[in-house]
């Protein structure tokens, strides 16, 4: 995850394309309900993008926490060149362990990282140790039930995917993203696993209701872009979010 450090500050650049104001961040917060006097940990926080949107949102305590050096950077200069009182953590989430009790649990594309059954389970395991009794773990995710055919129809948005082999338990699945015609591509790379498995880890931590949510454009992006303009994302349907109570 080291790589990051090399793609920081364009994956920063990224949080501005149109889907991931109109579509992903709409979503998110759709899930994410009324924040005021919430605690939150964001998992995978990147450069805090989201991690300061859920403080001016109203929430009480936010702790982001982070793999990347690089991307802790960026949100901590953020943090003093205008505190908002957020902590940050250089960690990674396989190795956090109990750090609190929080009403929320939230993450944007970490679920995604896991290669393996044991991976997911780890994560999940060190999301719902976080969480108060019944607390929320809410997170945007890679949509496993994508079909590939549709990886290229979200070029317009500034995205594509890409895959070497069939999808199977742990197949690498390629972002390949595209800010402006001046910037230049970057990639990464997510990780297949089946919704059954997602639901098998959910279950096996222990919470109680799961929720998949398609995801939906805000009244803005349609007024912005019109609706057809949304029609090939919405068909694909490339991300999704989850919605675990404990």
């Known amino acids: ?6 793609i920081a500050q ?8 149109s889907f991931r104001l109109h579509i992903e961040a709409y979503t998110y917060f759709h899930l994410l ?21 859920f403080k001016l949102q109203g929430a009480a305590q936010v702790v982001g926490v982070e793999i990347s050096e ?14 908002q009182d957020i902590e940050y953590i250089l960690c990674d989430v396989f190795e956090l362990g109990k750090i609190g009790s929080f009403d929320l649990v939230v993450a944007s594309y970490l679920l995604n990282y896991a290669q393996t059954k044991e991976q997911l389970l780890k994560m ?6 976080n969480l108060k009794p019944g607390g929320r773990f809410v997170t945007i ?10 990886y290229l129809a979200t070029e317009k948005y500034g ?18 993203f595209t800010i402006s015609a001046s910037d230049n591509k970057f990639s990464f790379y997510n990780y297949y696993l089946s919704r059954a498995t997602y639901e098998w880890a959910f279950r096996s931590v222990g919470f109680q209701e799961i929720r998949w949510q398609k995801p ?10 019109g609706q057809e303009f949304w029609q090939d994302f919405l068909n694909c349907v490339p991300i999704v979010g989850i919605e675990c109570i404990k």
């Open 1 to 6: 995850m080291t790589y990051y450090n090399s």
């Open 10 to 17: 364009q994956y920063k650049k990224s949080k501005q394309l």
């Open 33 to 53: 309900g009324n924040l005021v006097g919430k605690s939150i940990l964001d998992l995978a926080c990147g450069e805090g993008f989201y991690t300061r949107l």
């Open 70 to 83: 690089k991307m802790i950077e960026l949100a901590k200069q953020e943090e003093t060149r205008q505190s």
């Open 124 to 129: 999940c395991q060190n999301i719902f140790v």
């Open 141 to 150: 995710n890679n949509n496993e039930s994508q079909s590939p055919s549709s």
């Open 159 to 176: 995205f594509i995917k890409s895959i070497d082999s069939p999808l199977i338990e742990g197949t690498p699945i390629k972002y390949t």
């Open 216 to 225: 939906v454009v805000s009244p803005q992006g349609i007024a912005e872009f």
